[in-house]
């Protein structure tokens, strides 16, 4: 074994309705996100591992197939399966990051650049359908001590408890549930451009850093806006995934 090759620890429920290439894709990448199989490590060859666990190669070989799907690990012909990047995962769904964090075992940390009271540019106001004040907020969110994405958020005034430090340690659908929010439907624009200077420097990144944009447009049961968020990820450290299924 070279000094950089690692053998995970996975832990085999046979029976379990879960499947055994699942569960096996689910616990690699739980030790890749918190960094107990490092950035550039080479993970321990499939026939091995396959060995190890008692499970057959194909099982082995399609954990890993998820793994290279979700853009955490690279097969390299001839050489082996190599760690590229430590990233999060995030379904297409009507959920917030702190709940996303939470959810994949990870600690989700906010810092709150602002809460305030804006006046909406004319944008603004005609999406939320009057010329009423606004509040934005402003957080840089991450997982631990990475910082991940950096959040600007628009919801009605009225939802007027919710404060940064409530933020800090709460996710924002969360506050405006407790304050009676009905979400029901949300529309997502994803997007890519580059990070600014000081975009990059918040987000811990080199200025011009490929990074990950979403545009989120929250409405209730009426069918009226509650929040509209312009959300930049760090490219290298988030991605969204969806799955599609034929007619």
Not at 134 to 151: F, K, N, S, W
Not at 202 to 213: D, K, M, N, R, Y
Request: neutral net charge; contains cysteine; glycine residues 6%.
């Amino acid at each position: 074994m070279s000094p950089t090759e690692v053998s995970p620890q996975v832990t085999i429920e046979r029976g379990s309705p879960v499947p055994l290439y699942h569960q096996v894709a689910s616990q690699l990448q739980t030790s890749i996100q918190s960094g107990d199989i490092p950035l550039d490590s080479w993970l321990e060859n499939e026939i091995d591992l396959a060995a190890r666990l008692g499970v057959s190669r194909p099982t082995i070989r399609q954990a890993i197939s998820q793994l290279v799907d979700a853009g955490l690990v690279i097969r390299q012909r001839g050489i082996g399966t190599r760690v590229i990047r430590s990233s999060i995962v995030r379904p297409l769904a009507f959920t917030s990051f702190y709940e996303d964090m939470a959810a994949a075992g990870l600690e989700p940390r906010t810092t709150t650049q602002s809460v305030r009271r804006v006046t909406p540019t004319a944008e603004l106001a005609e999406l939320f359908g009057d010329s009423s004040d606004l509040t934005e907020i402003v957080r840089l969110r991450g997982a631990g001590a990475t910082p991940i994405a950096l959040m600007r958020n628009w919801i009605p005034s009225r939802f007027d408890n919710i404060t940064a430090e409530s933020l800090n340690s709460h996710g924002l659908y969360e506050l405006m549930r407790a304050q009676g929010a009905s979400l029901k439907t949300a529309t997502q624009l994803i997007g890519a451009r580059a990070a600014t200077a000081a975009e990059a420097k918040l987000l811990e990144t080199e200025a011009g850093a490929p990074c990950v944009t979403m545009k989120r447009y929250s409405r209730d049961h009426l069918g009226e806006l509650v929040e509209m968020g312009d959300h930049l990820y760090r490219g290298d450290k988030y991605h969204f995934t969806s799955t599609m299924t034929a007619p």
